[in-house]
């Protein structure tokens, strides 16, 4: 049985993925869920994620965690946003790898459409002008 960690799982993304792991599940595919929110784990902190990475010993982590806001807030926070991002991915990734994770899929976002692209957009459109 894989066990099976979604970092993030109450974002969109996150909850997206953890809903067809969920069906995947019911259906009778052998693997267990691992979820924790904000506030049972600190992603942030390198000695929590660590002590839930060797207590948990999951096969595969997803992380789709992330501090999020709009425009507005990467605006005028931009370094709050790049450091606790950068946290994040560094602990989960480190922490996964000591803790002998045999499989990491990390998901990252980034507004490098066009203003004006067509939409639905193609990916051939992407970098094609302004941001």
């Given at each position: 049985?894989?066990?099976?960690?979604?970092?993030?799982?109450?974002?969109?993304?996150?909850?997206?993925?953890?809903?067809?792991?969920?069906?995947?599940?019911?259906?009778?595919?052998?693997?267990?869920?691992?979820?924790?929110?904000?506030?049972?784990?600190?992603?942030?902190?390198?000695?929590?994620?660590?002590?839930?990475?060797?207590?948990?010993?999951?096969?595969?982590?997803?992380?789709?965690?992330a501090k999020v806001g709009g425009?507005h807030a990467n605006n005028h926070?931009?370094?709050?946003?790049?450091?606790?991002?950068?946290?994040?991915?560094?602990?989960?990734?480190?922490?996964?790898?000591?803790?002998?994770?045999?499989?990491?899929?990390?998901?990252?976002?980034?507004?490098?459409?066009?203003?004006?692209?067509?939409?639905?957009?193609?990916?051939?459109?992407?970098?094609?002008?302004?941001?």
């Open positions: 049985m894989r066990k099976i960690y979604v970092a993030g799982h109450r974002g969109m993304v996150g909850g997206a993925i953890l809903r067809q792991l969920e069906t995947r599940r019911l259906k009778g595919e052998a693997i267990t869920l691992v979820t924790r929110s904000h506030g049972d784990l600190d992603l942030t902190s390198q000695m929590a994620v660590r002590d839930f990475m060797q207590s948990e010993r999951p096969d595969v982590v997803i992380l789709a965690a425009i926070y931009p370094a709050v946003f790049i450091y606790e991002n950068l946290m994040i991915e560094c602990n989960v990734i480190h922490q996964a790898y000591a803790a002998g994770v045999r499989h990491l899929l990390q998901l990252g976002s980034s507004c490098i459409y066009p203003r004006e692209a067509a939409q639905p957009m193609r990916e051939d459109a992407l970098l094609t002008g302004p941001l």
